[in-house]
């Protein structure tokens, strides 16, 4: 089972910062199957990077993803109010129907 | 409107059952490979099973393996997850989520808005 850390545990930013957060493995993951979701108090994750760089639909361009192998980066650009979330990476599976999802244990980003 | 809406969680007692249910709509259901995940409150997210588009494939993790079963009518749309022999650990909100491409393993592009489960004397 692959296991993802991420860090730092809590970021601790302003409005119009530039947020890194980085998700390593610990073992290599195809570029193809990283994922970072978003996730406010009390709402559902939503999709923002998927196949580690691509931006999933309707999200905004201050975030990017890089990486491979098994250090990957979530990078937000300029932090707006809204951004202020818990961040979770996820590997799947790189043959069909690998038996494994896994998330990392989280980034909170906070204002501070 | 692509949508996922849980139904069916509650409070039930440890060594009991319960079953969810996950509505689909505005997409099509019967083509994607689809997924629960939960999350203990104040905690991270844990992926808990997938079944494959024609529910020929199941996986399940391994804190649930045995215990849990991932099904889908696709006639309706719907997805569902039977728990068995239910645990104080399995206590969380359990989300339906959506697999991204109708091919391989993917990232979860539609999620729903979750449903809780407490399992309690």
């Known amino acids: 089972e692959i296991v993802l850390t991420q860090s730092p545990g809590t970021l601790s930013l302003s409005p119009g910062e530039r947020a890194t957060l980085s998700c390593r493995a610990s073992q290599s993951v195809s570029s193809s199957y990283l994922a970072w979701y978003q996730q406010k108090p009390g709402q559902a994750p939503r999709l923002l990077i998927y196949g580690a760089s691509s931006r999933a639909t309707g999200i905004p361009d201050r975030f990017s993803g890089s990486g491979s192998g098994t250090d990957f980066t979530l990078t937000i650009s300029r932090l707006e109010p809204e951004d202020f979330a818990v961040y979770y990476c996820q590997q799947y599976g790189s043959s069909p129907w690998s038996p494994m999802w896994t998330f990392g244990q989280g980034t909170k980003v906070e204002i501070k | 409107q692509v949508q996922l809406v849980e139904s069916g969680g509650g409070v039930v007692q440890p060594g009991r059952s319960l079953r969810l249910s996950c509505a689909a709509s505005g997409f099509t259901f019967s083509s994607y490979g689809m997924h629960w995940v939960r999350q203990a409150p104040g905690k991270g997210l844990e992926w808990v099973a997938v079944i494959s588009y024609d529910g020929s494939n199941k996986y399940y993790a391994d804190s649930v393996k045995g215990r849990f079963t991932i099904s889908r009518d696709n006639s309706k749309n719907t997805l569902y997850l039977q728990m068995n022999s239910l645990r104080a650990e399995d206590t969380a909100v359990y989300y339906c989520?959506?697999?991204?491409?109708?091919?391989?393993?993917?990232?979860?592009?539609?999620w729903g808005q979750g449903t809780m489960v407490t399992v309690s004397s």
């Open positions: 989520a959506k697999g991204r491409r109708i091919v391989g393993p993917d990232a979860f592009d539609i």
